[in-house]
């Protein structure tokens, strides 16, 4: 195992893997930038270097300064969180050309999942069910409309260099396609310089399941069961929970052993190692795979209560070459476990709400866990992702998680910004959300404001 491990990330998840390294007896270094200099996961850690200006471009995405940072402190891997450079295989590249291990999937199969669309081939060939889509992108509009007669109305036309929703766009018959096609590659040549696109059947109300992977360097991978992260707004995650209540008290037997088969499969199609997770839509009875994710998630929690694994204590010691010794038959649910994301943001119009922690008590009780990145007098600048905390609750059944987490809710007091506890209250309140019927566009129909 190595000795010192730096942390290039920031907030709630930069503590996170802090406390699980130092419990492993590691040394930790945070890098910060100067909007975060008096940030708990600075604090905390071991060493601390400042790596620029509060622009992430000039801090969290500057690869020569967090690569300087390890060279002087002497730290041995680099763990990079989500977001950021977590996914960026070039910087996996350059970690392994400084001699230093990167907590993460090795860059060759995270080149293989870039391309959304080549990674829909690959696991297609490997038995994976994919929504029923174009084999590779569409070169014109001619053949964008091609696979949509083939596939059938509506469509949704998306970026191969995509992901988490951004460059898609949906085509409800032939006359919508040119426009929606030119939409979709000249944004996707805007945000990534590249324009292919690719054409899927367009499903109108899934649910977002997601399955947790994790991987030996050396050939062993099990899937560590699901997580259902449907309720979102404009692709930011807002709950998660684990189990789905598609799958839960044993429901759906055998759709849960497609999805999880399907889940290995594909992540053994990419060579995949260490944590990751693969994601599909669930509609009308059936999975379907849409990308992998290179990358530890935000709501990794969930799964690690329900499962009793440490996700970040395995990339450590997956990273640093180690086996992993939890066997498929090991991983078994205990319990239900609910995320929620808590923003600095205005509870009802969704602006950012930036501001000084005046007062900050979080809840305390059975079955409660909160990983925040900031504490009573921190200020929540506008710089980055505006999520503060993350309050994850446990019961023995989802209906106990659901009363514990009403409680947790109404007595966490925040004061000085905005904050979206208001909307989680109406989530948890709500009936449909209790019921278990959940679907992508949840939050346009339910958990309204009085
Ligand atoms: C879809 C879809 C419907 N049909 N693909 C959005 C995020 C990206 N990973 C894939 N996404 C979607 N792909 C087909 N063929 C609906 C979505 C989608 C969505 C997916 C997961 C979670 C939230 C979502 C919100 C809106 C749309």
């Given at each position: 195992m190595f000795q010192k491990l730096l942390i290039a990330n920031r907030g709630e998840i930069a503590r996170r893997i802090g406390v699980v390294?130092?419990?492993?007896?590691?040394?930790?270094?945070?890098?910060?930038?100067?909007?975060?200099?008096?940030?708990?996961?600075?604090?905390?850690?071991?060493?601390?270097?400042?790596?620029?200006?509060?622009?992430?471009?000039?801090s969290y995405l500057n690869t020569a300064a967090i690569l300087e940072a390890a060279r002087q402190?002497?730290?041995?891997?680099?763990?990079p969180g989500y977001g950021f450079l977590s996914e960026n295989g070039e910087f996996a590249q350059a970690c392994a050309d400084a001699g230093l291990i990167f907590v993460g999937p090795?860059?060759?199969?995270?080149?293989?999942?870039?391309?959304?669309?080549?990674?829909?081939?690959?696991?297609?060939?490997a038995g994976v069910p994919v929504v029923p889509g174009s084999e590779d992108v569409v070169p014109d509009v001619a053949s964008a409309l091609a696979e949509a007669e083939r596939i059938g109305y509506p469509v949704l036309v998306k970026a191969a260099s995509g992901g988490g929703g951004i460059g898609m766009a949906v085509a409800r018959s032939p006359a919508e396609m040119e426009k929606v096609y030119r939409q979709c590659t000249d944004r996707a040549k805007a945000a990534f310089g590249k324009e292919g696109v690719y054409v899927e059947r367009y499903f109108p109300a899934p649910r977002h399941i997601e399955v947790q992977i994790l991987g030996d360097q050396h050939g062993h991978l099990i899937h560590c069961l699901e997580r259902e992260?449907?309720?979102?707004?404009?692709?930011?995650?807002?709950?998660?929970?684990?189990?789905?209540?598609?799958?839960?008290?044993?429901?759906?037997?055998?759709?849960?052993?497609?999805?999880?088969?399907?889940?290995?499969?594909?992540?053994?199609?990419?060579?995949?190692?260490?944590?990751?997770t693969v994601e599909f839509l669930y509609s009308d009875g059936e999975v379907y795979f849409i990308e992998m994710n290179a990358r530890l998630?935000?709501?990794?929690?969930?799964?690690?209560?329900?499962?009793?694994?440490?996700?970040?204590?395995?990339?450590?010691?997956?990273?640093?070459?180690?086996?992993?010794?939890?066997?498929?038959?090991?991983?078994?649910?205990?319990?239900?476990?609910?995320?929620?994301?808590?923003?600095?943001?205005?509870?009802?119009?969704?602006?950012?709400?930036?501001?000084?922690l005046k007062v900050f008590?979080?809840?305390?009780?059975?079955?409660?866990?909160?990983?925040?990145?900031?504490?009573?007098?921190?200020?929540?600048?506008?710089?980055?992702?505006?999520m503060i905390a993350k309050l994850i609750?446990?019961?023995?059944?989802?209906?106990?998680?659901?009363?514990?987490?009403?409680?947790?809710?109404?007595?966490f007091r925040i004061e000085g910004i905005k904050t979206n506890i208001p909307l989680h209250l109406r989530i948890v309140q709500d009936a449909a959300f209790q019921a278990g019927e959940l679907d992508t566009h949840f939050l346009e129909h339910h958990a309204k404001p009085a």
């Open positions: 390294a130092r419990g492993m007896g590691l040394k930790t270094v945070a890098v910060y930038s100067d909007a975060d200099a008096e940030l708990p996961f600075v604090k905390e850690a071991d060493e601390a270097v400042r790596i620029g200006p509060a622009p992430a471009k000039d402190t002497g730290a041995q891997a680099i763990h090795p860059p060759e199969a995270m080149a293989r999942m870039k391309d959304k669309s080549q990674a829909r081939r690959l696991v297609s060939a992260c449907s309720i979102q707004r404009r692709h930011q995650k807002v709950v998660e929970e684990a189990p789905s209540v598609l799958f839960a008290d044993g429901r759906n037997p055998e759709l849960a052993q497609k999805l999880f088969t399907a889940a290995v499969a594909a992540a053994k199609a990419f060579g995949y190692a260490n944590a990751g998630q935000v709501e990794h929690p969930v799964t690690e209560l329900t499962t009793g694994l440490d996700l970040i204590g395995w990339q450590l010691r997956i990273a640093a070459g180690e086996r992993l010794t939890v066997t498929q038959e090991d991983v078994k649910r205990r319990g239900a476990a609910l995320e929620f994301r808590i923003y600095a943001e205005d509870p009802v119009k969704f602006f950012p709400s930036p501001g000084p008590q979080p809840p305390t009780g059975e079955g409660v866990r909160l990983d925040a990145g900031y504490g009573e007098g921190n200020t929540v600048t506008p710089h980055y992702d505006p609750v446990t019961g023995e059944t989802r209906a106990q998680a659901i009363e514990r987490s009403v409680a947790a809710l109404q007595t």
